[in-house]
Structures are given as C-alpha cells and as structure tokens.
C-alpha cells in the first residue's frame, strides 16, 4: 500500500508545510498518543478519551467537534498540559511533555502556544489592549490583532466594560498576539454572531499559513468549514 493518498483536505493525514528553514521558525507540531481519560459520574468510572490520538502538522488548522460531552474540551485540556491523561502520550513538537517539570512546560507554553479556554479570564480593571499583551507580543501586533478580530476602537477600554463577545474577541487576540507556534483553542466563537465568527477564523487561517499548528474544539459550521481537516470525536 504505502501511496495511498487522502481522499479529501476533510479527512487522512495531515497536511504538509514548508520545512522550518523556509519559515525561520522551530517546528511545533502537536501529537497525541493513545490518550485515556476517565472520570467518575454518580461513583461510576466514564471513560471519555479512549486511546484517542491525533497529530496537528505545521501549518495545519484541524477542528475538533462532536456532541456536547463527546470529550473536545477535555482533548484540548490535555493538549496543552492542564490535564494529565491517565495514559497516553502528548507531544509538542519534539517535547514530550510528561517528561518536562511544570517549570519547563510554563516556559514553553509563555514563548510558544496561544491558548485561549472556553472560560478565558479577561481581567476586568485592565484596557482591552493591557489584556492582551498579558500573552506577550508587540504593541503593533496587538493592534492589528484588535482589528482583525473587530475590536479596532476598544483597546482603550476596560475588560469589565466589554460584551461576552467582545471578551472572547480579546482573548482570541491575546492568544495569537505573540504568533505562537501552537495554537489551542476551545469554542473560540461560541459567543459570535457569523461576522466576528469569520473575522476570528481569519485569524486562526493566518497563523495557520503562518506555519503554526491550530487546533480548535467547535461545535461552529464556519470553523469546520474553514478548517482543513475536521475530526469527528
Ligand atoms: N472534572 C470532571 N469530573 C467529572 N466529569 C467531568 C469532568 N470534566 C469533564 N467531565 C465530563 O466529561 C465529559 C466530557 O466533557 P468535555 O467538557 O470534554 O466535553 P465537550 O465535548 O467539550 O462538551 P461541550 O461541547 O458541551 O463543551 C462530560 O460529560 C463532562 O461532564
């Protein structure tokens, strides 16, 4: 066999990217290996990921989706380290993260991953643009992530001032601020209407062409539909 190509950019093994010579920047693929996680519901064991694996490429924007409770969150968690699996093996590129004190992996996480959770804090007494740069990044980047993602005329405002939507916009902006090389993010527009949805998909595309690894747990059509591949959980 061997050859055998993917059918379709939805389905079959990731796509290829430039090498990291011609993008200047290190490599940071994500993989996760024959992942169990269970947890106890009414004092009964639930096994929610069951050897679950999947492998993001360089340059790759993978949507994650499946029914409420399916386990895309808990992926996510698992991800970028928040939740250890009970077995099973989680790789940043060539970290193998179980191998790494929380010391190093904080370390990787503050220079490398945008990350943003379902519940992404947004500090209410800082400006839009302060919490954005809490994630590191340029004052000039943070900007042009503002716009991006529709939020051009809040950086002056406080977070405790701004909508749900526009707060997931923020947090959508300080993950990519530092244009990480990993990119994990949970429902990043389960607050948008379709217009700030595609502007934050935008966004993920352009990291992702930037070379980055994007991962996004969704249960939104326009994610899906942007995404080049989408694994079904
Ligand atoms: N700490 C926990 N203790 C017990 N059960 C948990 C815990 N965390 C998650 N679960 C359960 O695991 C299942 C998967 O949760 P998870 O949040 O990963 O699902 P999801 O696919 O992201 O769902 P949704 O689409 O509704 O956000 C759910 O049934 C949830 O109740």
Request: proline fraction near 3%.
């Amino acid at each position: 066999m061997g050859g055998a190509q993917p059918s379709s950019r939805r389905c079959g093994a990731p796509t290829m990217a430039p090498p990291d010579s011609e993008r200047g920047r290190s490599s940071m693929f994500l993989s996760l290996h024959g992942i169990d996680v269970a947890f106890t519901r009414a004092g009964m064991p639930i096994q929610i990921l069951s050897d679950f694996s999947l492998e993001v490429a360089d340059g790759e924007f993978v949507a994650l989706a499946g029914r409420s409770g399916s386990g895309k969150s808990t992926a996510i968690a698992v991800a970028y380290g928040r939740r250890s699996p009970d077995a099973g093996a989680v790789r940043w590129g060539e970290v193998e993260i179980g191998d790494r004190s929380e010391k190093e992996l904080q370390s990787i996480r503050r220079s490398s991953i945008g990350y943003a959770a379902q519940d992404s804090l947004v500090f209410d007494d800082l400006t839009v643009t302060a919490n954005v740069l809490v994630g590191g990044g340029s004052a000039e980047r943070c900007e042009e992530l503002l716009e991006g993602v529709g939020l051009a005329d809040f950086g002056g405002m406080r977070g405790g001032r701004i909508s749900g939507g526009e707060r997931q916009r923020a947090a959508v902006a300080r993950a990519l601020a530092k244009d990480p090389t990993l990119v994990l993010m949970d429902e990043p527009t389960s607050s948008l209407d379709s217009d700030a949805a595609a502007r934050v998909i935008a966004e993920l595309r352009a990291a992702a062409e930037r070379g980055a690894s994007v991962l996004v747990a969704t249960h939104d059509v326009l994610v899906k539909d942007a995404a080049d591949r989408v694994i079904e959980l």
